[in-house]
């Protein structure tokens, strides 16, 4: 903390006595605490708007503005990186691994399982494999994200859904080869 009293004692004038044992520096020494109080208040209230100091309540305001929410599980650390991770996918330009990165984040599908093919110039597809353990509400999720996600000017031509290592989903039929939605 600053020393507030040795601060104010030097913008007094010359001729006061100042010394440690005077009732001027006695007086002047007795607002301390109180200015390092309001010091700290001002610290918490500064840490408190930014993510890398923010906890609890004042966290879930930060993550309120990005429409993100804390799951159950989720201390403040993991909160905080989850924020953080998605600010950083969200200032990429639209490239490939920024698509898979963000419908990764926002679906809980692993990147791996994202398969973006550029068909032509600004047009590409993406093929989403899945199994028996996919949450068949992620696929209408990917539908409804693409638009907001994809770099302005391009096309998604198609998203399709493949196999995973053989596996189909109970609404999935094969057909000619290729997995669709029934």
């Known amino acids: 903390?600053?020393?507030?009293?040795?601060?104010?004692?030097?913008?007094?004038?010359?001729?006061?006595?100042?010394?440690?044992?005077?009732?001027?520096?006695?007086?002047?020494?007795?607002?301390?605490t109180s200015f390092d109080t309001v010091e700290n208040e001002i610290l918490e209230f500064k840490h408190g708007w930014q993510i890398n100091y923010a906890t609890g309540i004042d966290l879930d305001k930060i993550a309120e503005k990005y429409s993100l929410v804390r799951n159950k599980n989720d201390t403040d650390e993991s909160f905080r990186a989850k924020i953080k991770s998605y600010l950083l996918i969200f200032s990429g330009s639209g490239t490939d691994d920024d698509i898979k990165d963000i419908l990764s984040f926002y679906t809980g599908l692993e990147t791996t399982d994202i398969t973006i093919t550029q068909i032509r110039e600004m047009v590409f597809s993406i093929i989403i494999a899945v199994d028996s353990d996919t949450d068949e509400t992620i696929l209408n999720d990917v539908v409804n994200i693409v638009p907001d996600i994809k770099a302005a000017g391009t096309y998604v031509l198609e998203i399709d859904y493949a196999s995973k290592n053989n596996i189909f989903l109970t609404n999935l039929s094969e057909t000619n080869g290729a997995d669709k939605l029934n």
Do not use: H, R
Not at 9 to 22: E, F, M, Q, Y
Not at 27 to 32: A, I, K, L, Y
């Open 1 to 32: 903390m600053a020393d507030y009293t040795t601060q104010m004692l030097d913008n007094l004038p010359g001729w006061w006595v100042k010394d440690i044992n005077s009732n001027n520096y006695k007086f002047v020494s007795s607002f301390e």
